[in-house]
Each structure stands twice: as C-alpha cells, then as structure tokens.
C-alpha cells in the first residue's frame, strides 16, 4: 500500500512572524514522507455535552486479549530498531529545515484554497460537490502539567474506513471563549472543574465537533511509553529541569535515541527558555506519534497497554472505544497516513510579559477542511455561525441554548450579555430579509424553541455570525 503525506509540526524560530512554513522530504520503503507546518488568531465554533471521565488503567482482565509476545533477540529485533530510526532521522530532518515564507506565499495559499473549494463544489460555481467523506472520530488528546493545565494539545481525528488519521497540535497560549468563564487560554480549560471544557472551547474556536477527550498526566505518558517498550525519538535540545534554588540539571541529552517512559514525558512536555510553544509542540508531537507506532495492532492489546497508565490517564471514552481510535491512529501511524499539523496562530500584543495567540481565521479554516472534513460543525450542510447573547441575566442562560445549537450542528459564538437587560422577547436576527436568511433564522429559531415571528431582519454591520440571538423572558432553557 502506497504511504499517504505526513507533514509534520515544527518548531518556529521566530515567535512574531506570522507565518513558518516547514518542508522537508524523505523516502520510506513504499513511498515519499513530506514534512511542513504552519505557525502563525481566534474564530468561533461547538460540542455536545461531554459523558463522565473514566480512567483508562483499572481495566477487568477478562477483556484484555492474550499479551503480545515478546520479539526474538536477533537480526530480526536489529531490522526494526533500524526502521524505527529511520523514521525518526526523517522527523529530525524535517524539524531542521524550516522556511520563513514571505507575503507572497499567502496569497498563493490562498489562491489554492479558493481553487480547492472550486473543485469541491460549494453549489455556487456549478460543479457537483464529492462524496460526504467517511464520518471522522475527533479526540482531544492532552499532556497536562504539575498544576493541571495542558502543556501540549492535539486534535486527533480518525477514520476507521480507511484507516487514516490527522493531528492539529493546538497552542495552549491560544486564547478562546468559554461560556461561562470567558477568554481564557487553552491550556488552563483543563483546570475550571467542568470536563468537556476544553472540548466545547476548541469545537467553538474552530468549528470541528470534538467528540471526546484523553487526559496524560506526565507519569501517565511514562507508563504507557514503558508498556510498549519506549519510543525512538530525535530530540532536538538537551532536556533539563530546574530546581527551587536554580540548579539545572540534564534529564535527556540530545540526539537520536530510543526513550523510555520518564525521558519520554519529560522530552514531551520540555520547553526551553525563550523558544515559542510551537518548540514544545513539535516534541509532543513526535512522541506522541512515536508511542501510537509501537501500541499493539489490535484492540484488546491496546486496552491492556492503556491500563498500564493507571490513574494517569483519564478520558471520556471508556478505555475499550478509546483503545478503537488508539488502534485507527496506530494503524495510520505505521503506514505514513497520519498528517499532522500546527494550528496557524498569530501573537497577540496582550501589553505584558506573557505571549498569547489568536487564531489565523482564514488558515484555520482551510486547515480545518482539509483534515477534518467529516467532523464539521454543520447544519443542513452548511457552516452557519450563530452568536448568542443573554438578554435577561438569568446565569447560565447561554451555555443552554448553545448545547441546543451545537447539538444541531450550527456553530456557538459567545455573545456575553446583551446590554441592556430588558423583559423582551427572544430576538432572532438575521442581516437581510432575503428568504435564504429569513429562513436560517426560522430554523435557529425553532432549535432554541422561540417563534417563527422573533426573526427579524437587522443589519448591525458585522461579519463575525450570521446569525445573531438576544434570549428573552420567553426562552426556556
């Protein structure tokens, strides 16, 4: 079977330039593996309720299948180190050749998106759209810290019909807006005491459904590295950790080698001092793909290595439907069809010492396209993005009319409250009095369970929704 484009995250040298554009190539038996990422502020989007976290280690044995026995010492056992080198002098070389594009790269970029949708179809230049493609699986995946915040993210979608799978490593400096608590960065989701937070918050920034979530604790990753026998890993930089007085010390000195659990967590979670987050992204990303390389080729053996990250590993999927997309990924992995890729992010001038990052809407979303094609906020096929602001201050007035909307596919915006509070009826506002817009309002309207007669044409001059909702007395969450 030939191998699908890999393009792999990179470390971005210089923070403040709004686009890095990272190519390499190399050859893998069956075919060519291309490397290139994107590093350079914030959309809007949504997710169903998320179910209760189950920790993937305490697992009843009776469904683990029979262990994997161990490979043969031999020239057998020296073929698969000398792949699994290979593999990772690629991923080193790759993150070693990085291109600083200037602004005519942009507009080429997006000439080819436009092209792309073209020949997509979009029912507006008479050509017939393709096929729906397979339904995706998407699951956040996330490192945290000491202090519960997600040190490194990734999307990761799946498709079990063809076994292939796609990765966007998400900035835990991104800022985003959850209802409820307001913009916060990313990777402190992770600590407002409500699980599908950092779900709702990424389905709401970038308008993919993100189905569920599995949370690694740094000794975690370590045990799960350890199950599968370590990970082959170029890494970059000699990895250091500082004590309370200052002192440093080296934990994983640089070069190519094969990590156990601990090194491989510590290499996972590492950035120095002053390089961006794309850096520690691109570490994350290495181990991550190194570890879904080496999990077992079937389900049951892949639960049994997830209970081997005991507490460590927590996620809304039970561990046998996480060990379903585990082995999905793992496939893809092996077979040069995983594509990964960084969320293109700029920096924000937040007036302080500490960097934040809005999302590049354009880039995102064709980024979003083309990786998670089947996992799509949409309703009735089309992407219809709706703000939603609270009129009467009932607390938490918001969050339930975007669990009725994202439910339905449209795509949240957090309006805040609507100023000033009054005792009117729901609004439901739409920017034209065409039928097109009328009747995307009427169906808006009766997802929120509001009258045909709250939408009203209004234009208040913005382009950010399409859809604009004031709830009233009348709303009944």
Same mark, same amino acid.
Do not use: C
């Given at each position: 079977?030939?191998?699908?484009?890999?393009?792999?995250?990179?470390? %971005?040298?210089?923070?403040?330039?709004?686009?890095? &554009?990272?190519?390499?190539?190399?050859?893998?038996?069956? /075919?060519?593996?291309?490397?290139? $990422?994107?590093?350079?502020?914030?959309?809007?989007?949504?997710?169903?309720?998320?179910?209760?976290?189950?920790?993937?280690?305490?697992?009843?044995?009776?469904?683990?299948?029979?262990?994997?026995?161990?490979?043969?010492?031999?020239?057998?056992?020296?073929?698969?180190?000398?792949?699994?080198?290979?593999?990772?002098a690629r991923r080193h070389a790759a993150r070693q050749r990085i291109f600083v594009i200037a602004g005519?790269?942009?507009?080429?970029?997006?000439?080819?998106a436009g092209i792309w949708l073209l020949v997509r179809g979009d029912g507006s230049s008479g050509t017939?759209?393709?096929?729906?493609?397979?339904?995706?699986?998407?699951?956040?995946?996330?490192?945290? /810290?000491?202090?519960?915040?997600?040190?490194?993210?990734?999307?990761? /979608?799946?498709?079990? !019909? %063809?076994?292939?799978?796609?990765?966007?490593?998400?900035?835990?400096?991104?800022?985003?807006? *959850?209802?409820?608590?307001?913009?916060?960065?990313?990777?402190?989701?992770?600590?407002?005491?409500?699980?599908?937070?950092?779900?709702?918050?990424?389905?709401?920034?970038?308008?993919?459904?993100? &189905? @569920?979530?599995?949370?690694?604790?740094?000794?975690?990753?370590?045990?799960?590295?350890?199950?599968?026998?370590?990970?082959?890993?170029?890494?970059?930089?000699?990895?250091?950790?500082?004590?309370?007085?200052?002192?440093?010390?080296?934990?994983?000195?640089?070069?190519?080698?094969?990590?156990?659990?601990?090194?491989?967590?510590?290499?996972? /979670?590492?950035?120095?001092?002053?390089?961006?987050?794309?850096?520690?992204?691109?570490?994350?990303?290495?181990?991550?793909?190194?570890?879904?390389?080496?999990?077992?080729?079937?389900?049951?053996?892949?639960?049994? !290595?997830?209970?081997?990250?005991?507490?460590?590993?927590?996620?809304?999927?039970?561990?046998?439907?996480? !060990?379903?997309?585990?082995?999905?990924?793992?496939?893809?992995?092996?077979?040069?069809?995983?594509?990964? @890729?960084?969320?293109?992010?700029?920096?924000?001038?937040?007036?302080?010492? @500490?960097?934040?990052?809005?999302?590049?809407?354009?880039?995102?979303?064709?980024?979003?396209?083309?990786?998670?094609?089947?996992?799509?906020?949409?309703?009735? =096929?089309?992407?219809?993005?709706?703000? *939603?602001?609270? =009129?009467?201050?009932?607390?938490?007035?918001? &969050?339930?009319?975007?669990?009725?909307?994202?439910?339905?596919?449209?795509?949240?915006?957090?309006?805040?409250?609507?100023?000033?509070?009054? @005792?009117?009826?729901?609004?439901?506002?739409?920017?034209? =009095?065409?039928?097109?817009?009328?009747?995307?309002?009427?169906?808006?309207?009766?997802?929120?369970?509001?009258?045909? $007669?709250?939408?009203?044409?209004?234009?208040?001059?913005?382009?950010?929704?399409?859809?604009?909702?004031?709830?009233?007395?009348?709303?009944?969450?």
């Open positions: 079977m030939s191998s699908g484009k890999h393009r792999r995250p990179e470390a %971005d040298p210089l923070p403040d330039v709004d686009i890095a &554009e990272r190519l390499a190539a190399g050859q893998s038996g069956s /075919g060519a593996r291309t490397t290139a $990422s994107v590093a350079s502020t914030p959309a809007s989007p949504s997710v169903p309720e998320q179910a209760g976290r189950h920790e993937t280690g305490p697992l009843p044995p009776a469904d683990a299948g029979p262990a994997t026995a161990a490979a043969a010492p031999g020239p057998t056992v020296i073929a698969r180190q000398s792949r699994a080198e290979q593999r990772s005519g790269l942009v507009g080429i970029a997006l000439v080819a017939v759209a393709a096929d729906k493609p397979p339904t995706q699986h998407t699951t956040l995946v996330q490192l945290t /810290g000491a202090d519960g915040t997600a040190s490194a993210s990734a999307l990761v /979608g799946t498709t079990a !019909a %063809d076994h292939t799978a796609a990765a966007v490593l998400v900035p835990s400096r991104l800022i985003v807006d *959850v209802a409820g608590s307001g913009d916060v960065p990313f990777g402190e989701t992770t600590t407002l005491g409500d699980p599908s937070a950092p779900a709702a918050a990424l389905t709401d920034v970038l308008g993919v459904r993100v &189905e @569920d979530t599995w949370t690694l604790s740094p000794d975690g990753l370590a045990k799960l590295v350890d199950a599968v026998g370590g990970v082959q890993a170029a890494v970059d930089v000699d990895v250091v950790t500082t004590d309370a007085q200052g002192n440093q010390t080296v934990v994983v000195r640089a070069g190519n080698q094969l990590l156990k659990g601990p090194a491989a967590a510590a290499y996972a /979670g590492f950035l120095a001092d002053g390089e961006p987050e794309q850096a520690r992204l691109a570490r994350f990303d290495e181990v991550l793909t190194g570890l879904a390389e080496k999990l077992p080729a079937d389900k049951a053996g892949v639960t049994t !290595a997830l209970t081997a990250a005991g507490a460590g590993s927590t996620s809304t999927l039970d561990p046998v439907e996480l !060990a379903g997309r585990l082995t999905v990924l793992r496939s893809a992995a092996t077979k040069d069809a995983l594509v990964s @890729d960084v969320l293109p992010v700029t920096e924000l001038d937040t007036g302080g010492t @500490d960097i934040a990052y809005g999302l590049d809407t354009g880039q995102s979303a064709a980024m979003m396209r083309t990786h998670f094609p089947g996992a799509l906020q949409q309703a009735n =096929g089309e992407t219809v993005r709706v703000l *939603v602001e609270n =009129g009467v201050g009932t607390p938490g007035l918001t &969050e339930k009319a975007r669990a009725k909307l994202v439910d339905k596919g449209y795509q949240f915006q957090n309006g805040g409250n609507a100023s000033p509070f009054n @005792d009117d009826p729901s609004s439901v506002q739409v920017s034209d =009095g065409t039928e097109k817009s009328l009747a995307r309002g009427r169906e808006v309207a009766a997802v929120l369970g509001l009258p045909a $007669s709250s939408v009203v044409p209004v234009d208040r001059g913005q382009t950010v929704a399409d859809v604009i909702v004031i709830l009233g007395k009348d709303f009944k969450p």
